[in-house]
């Protein structure tokens, strides 16, 4: 028995609780410019979010992740800290910059280093680790070459970046392939393509609708290359997956217009993943909604949906609240930041709602039937491929009390909420094999900078204090016992 398996025995629940599956995954998620910091050590170049992020006005209060919450020196005590929690699996992302400071070419192995003694601390203290290839930190030198790049930029909306992923996996997959089993290839590439390339308001920051539907396309690529090259590297012993951000789109009445903007964002909001991923195809009515904007015969290459498709054995899954759309009238999209651009090509006239329910500190409305329902989706579409909830959590209006606690009650109910669905997910069939509440640290949230606190354990960013908040314990002990209470009291 691990030092873990025995903490769980020990701490086996009586009674009244909900017992997951033995070998479930329980973790938390972070990713590499988020948290780590030490953006010019060791090698490491800018990516797209350096270069946005220094920008004058793209990022709340001009934050950066220059320092993040310096996890790139503070990753002993960081996993220190899980140990002490109990937690049994941990997903990371590595920096691609660190590895290839100019998205080609050899590895940077100080780069590579970094990662190497994160994982054998990891494994050291029995937590499983769940690398992610690409969260969002491209090269800066693979959207803007310094030489050879079109003055339009590069990055995902061309080709040759699917093909630079392709072998940068490949370096990866040579370095810690013997240490890491779990593998995601990207993490919300709706995110990179539509809110990097259509809203503009993440990086790289731009605002063209043909060009966020081709960054969709080669992510999607990027993918199919990333599985190919980790199943070249690693026969027979990668647990791969893509993690998606899938929306929960509904209605808001009855009227065929309502539904038909519910098929409008469903196709590009999750079909357009779904489809070459688990089906090996794109479908015709995402094209017909977005001819006007893409070629798409010119786009998708022969052999291109083939590779996208190449099976996988796990779906990432990244859930926070649903959508409520219309045909039209006034639209309020809390989720996906503000923008006079709309992210959603083909289906700008599509009215966005505000959901019911209460919201997090995002304005996002907790809903965990959303959680459900995609859970039941994803069944019914790939019966048997199990499920990762690679993210699921809220933000929180956090602050340290003098006792020098952090009373999140309201993150406890959220995850209490949402592990109830999985749980009852599990219950009807859907095998779903994991949990990642995101996120570990309090950390840079993007264009809301450090304003916005998702973690469960507390930084004070002046001194990178941490201080596990109450969610922390109570997570902490659903790990080591595998089970959650049926209800809080
Ligand atoms: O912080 C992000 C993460 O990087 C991607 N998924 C959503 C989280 C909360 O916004």
């Not at 972070?30 to 948290?35: D, E």
């Not at 800066?140 to 072998?167: D, M």
Request: aromatic fraction near 10%.
């Amino acid at each position: 028995m691990t030092e873990v398996q025995d903490r769980r025995a020990a701490e086996a629940p009586a009674d009244d609780f909900l017992r997951f599956p033995p070998d479930f995954l329980w973790g938390t998620a972070t990713s590499a410019y988020q948290i780590e910091g030490a953006v010019a050590e060791d090698g490491r170049t800018p990516s797209i979010w350096d270069t946005f992020s220094h920008t004058p006005g793209k990022v709340n209060r001009g934050d950066t992740g220059d320092l993040a919450v310096d996890h790139y020196h503070r990753w002993r005590e960081d996993v220190a800290l899980m140990k002490d929690l109990g937690l049994s699996a941990y997903r990371f992302s590595v920096a691609w910059p660190r590895v290839q400071p100019t998205g080609r070419g050899p590895a940077v192995e100080r780069g590579l280093d970094f990662y190497r003694a994160l994982v054998d601390e990891l494994l050291a203290a029995g937590i499983t680790p769940l690398a992610t290839l690409y969260h969002w930190d491209l090269p800066q030198h693979l959207e803007t070459p310094s030489t050879g790049g079109s003055a339009a930029g590069g990055g995902w909306t061309v080709r040759e970046t699917a093909e630079r992923f392709g072998e940068y996996a490949s370096l990866v997959a040579g370095a810690l392939g013997d240490r890491v089993r779990h593998w995601t290839t990207l993490n919300e590439p709706w995110c990179s393509a539509f809110l990097g390339y259509g809203s503009g308001v993440h990086a790289p920051g731009r605002t063209d609708p043909g060009a966020a539907l081709r960054a969709a396309h080669h992510l999607n690529l990027a993918h199919g290359r990333g599985v190919a090259a980790l199943r070249a590297a690693l026969p027979g012993t990668a647990e791969l997956s893509v993690s998606l951000n899938l929306h929960q789109v509904r209605p808001l009445t009855d009227s065929p217009e309502d539904q038909e903007a519910v098929r409008r964002i469903d196709a590009v909001g999750n079909r357009i993943f779904l489809s070459p991923v688990l089906r090996g195809r794109y479908d015709t009515d995402l094209y017909q909604d977005t001819a006007h904007l893409v070629d798409w015969e010119q786009l998708v290459r022969p052999g291109d949906l083939a590779a996208i498709g190449a099976p996988i054995d796990q779906l990432g899954l990244n859930y926070y609240s649903p959508a409520v759309v219309s045909g039209s009238g006034a639209s309020r999209d809390n989720c996906h930041g503000s923008s006079e651009h709309s992210p959603w090509p083909g289906s700008e006239h599509v009215a966005f709602h505000q959901p019911p329910g209460e919201l997090t500190a995002m304005n996002w409305s907790i809903d965990p039937t959303g959680l459900r329902d995609l859970l039941d989706r994803i069944h019914l579409e790939r019966p048997g491929l199990p499920v990762i909830i690679t993210e699921n959590g809220m933000a929180c209006e956090d602050y340290v009390t003098p006792e020098g606690e952090v009373n999140d009650r309201d993150r406890i109910a959220f995850v209490h909420q949402h592990l109830t669905a999985v749980h009852r997910a599990i219950e009807a069939g859907v095998p779903v094999a994991g949990y990642f509440l995101w996120s570990l640290l309090d950390n840079f949230e993007w264009a809301y900078g450090y304003a916005k606190r998702f973690g469960m354990v507390h930084v004070d960013f002046p001194t990178q204090r941490r201080t596990p908040k109450d969610s922390a314990h109570w997570y902490g002990r659903a790990c080591r016992t595998g089970a959650v209470p049926r209800s809080l009291s």
